[in-house]
Each structure stands twice: as C-alpha cells, then as structure tokens.
C-alpha cells in the first residue's frame, strides 16, 4: 500500500499541500482530480521525491521515505510519469526506454522492454526512431514505457491527457486499465479532466486548496451533481 499521511508541501513561502491525507491499495487505479493549483502535481512530485515535504511523510508497502530523493522512490517501486511527457527528443525510443530501466540488470531490461513493446506495439517498430519525431500520443506512451522499464509497483501519472484528440486519451487509459489489471501496477493517475480519470478510478481523491475535499469511488463521484458543480467545474 502507498501511503501519504499529513503531506504539507510548498515552492518558496507558498504552502500548497496542507496536511494532505490518502492511500493507494493495491491493484488500485486512484485519482487524484481538482482545479488549476488544488495540488495534484504537488502531490506526485512529493511521492516521487522530486519536492520535499515540510511536514508529514509517504510510505511504500510498509516502509517510510526519507523524502526529497528520486533514487529512493524508485528503490521503494515508485515510478512518475511527469506532466508534459518530458522524452528526450534528441534519442532514440530505445535509448529513452532504456533510461527508465537503468538500475536492472541486463537480463531483466531486456525481460522489460518485451514486456512495454508488447503493451505498446506502435512503439515496437519505432524503436530506432527520434522520440521527438513520435505523436504526441506516442510520446506518452513513450513516457509510460520509460516509467514501466523500473518495474514500479505503483505508477504515478501527471496529466496524462495533457494535449492530446479525446480517442487518443481514451486509447491511453484503456492502456493503463490493461497494465492495472494484467501486471499488477497499482496506478495513481492526477488528472485535470476528471471526467476520464474519474471513469477510470477504483476510488478517487478531490483536492482543494491542498487538501481532500471529498473522496470515493469514481463512478459515484462522477455522478454526484454537488461533487461536479462544487469541484469538478462540469
């Protein structure tokens, strides 16, 4: 189980995570959804140990992070896919996937690049490709892929449908639903287009102002006019 308990998190003076509080089962899809600046990203950097805490802590299947270590996350099975995709362009789909996998063996990172190509197949034939001549679809699943070379057991995902046609971002999370379900990745997913996230989730977290406001399983949420009126904005 990946547990947040009493996250206070900010950038300078500004708080923007106040005594956040939420857990991820699991075999668990849990969103994380809200307005601009509620502390979705916040929250996933501070996971991950790209932001330090101020207060509070994560732990990962029993075992508490120390905090403010990427290295760390990763060594506790704890994978973040940012916001933006953020591939190297400049490299190969082969070489961005293989950084994802740089901590394993040889024989493993060749186990786990069978294992993504075969849940992206489009990225199989274009393994030799520049990331930065894939679609932005492509390079999302790209960015997927590199977070699965880890072999995490919890993937975190920052605005996944960032940018992308709306039959692209149903492709993408029918792909997560499919890593969720078949290899056992329990997955946190923050999302600003609650209407996919929420659709998706086994339960699911809203954030305002840096705390939960309300939470539950999504398809409730989703149906909940007061939920959807007061902070969902649809």
């Avoid at 969103?31 to 991950?48: D, H, R």
């Avoid at 709306?166 to 997560?176: A, E, N, S």
């Amino acid at each position: 189980m990946l547990e947040v308990t009493g996250l206070r998190a900010g950038y300078g003076s500004g708080e923007i995570l106040r005594g956040l509080t939420f857990t991820v089962a699991p075999g668990e899809i849990v969103a994380v959804v809200g307005v601009n600046g509620a502390g979705k990203s916040t929250t996933l950097k501070v996971i991950s140990g790209l932001l330090r805490a101020s207060d509070g802590h994560v732990a990962a299947d029993g075992r508490r992070l120390s905090g403010g270590s990427t290295v760390e996350a990763v060594r506790h099975g704890i994978a973040h896919v940012p916001e933006g995709r953020q591939v190297f362009p400049g490299m190969t789909v082969r070489e961005n996937l293989l950084l994802g996998g740089y901590t394993a063996s040889k024989k493993v990172i060749a186990a786990r690049m069978d294992t993504v190509t075969d849940v992206f197949p489009e990225l199989s034939a274009r393994l030799p490709a520049y990331a930065g001549e894939l679609s932005g679809g492509q390079q999302q699943m790209l960015a997927i892929g590199r977070g699965l070379m880890s072999g995490p057991r919890y993937l975190l995902l920052d605005e996944p449908s960032l940018g992308l046609a709306p039959m692209i971002v149903r492709q993408i999370f029918d792909l997560l639903r499919q890593i969720n379900k078949e290899d056992g990745v329990s997955i946190l997913v923050a999302e600003q287009n609650a209407t996919v996230a929420l659709a998706a989730a086994d339960h699911a977290y809203v954030l305002e102002a840096g705390n939960v406001a309300v939470h539950g399983p999504g398809d409730e949420l989703m149906r909940d006019d007061r939920v959807r009126r007061s902070y969902l904005g649809y």
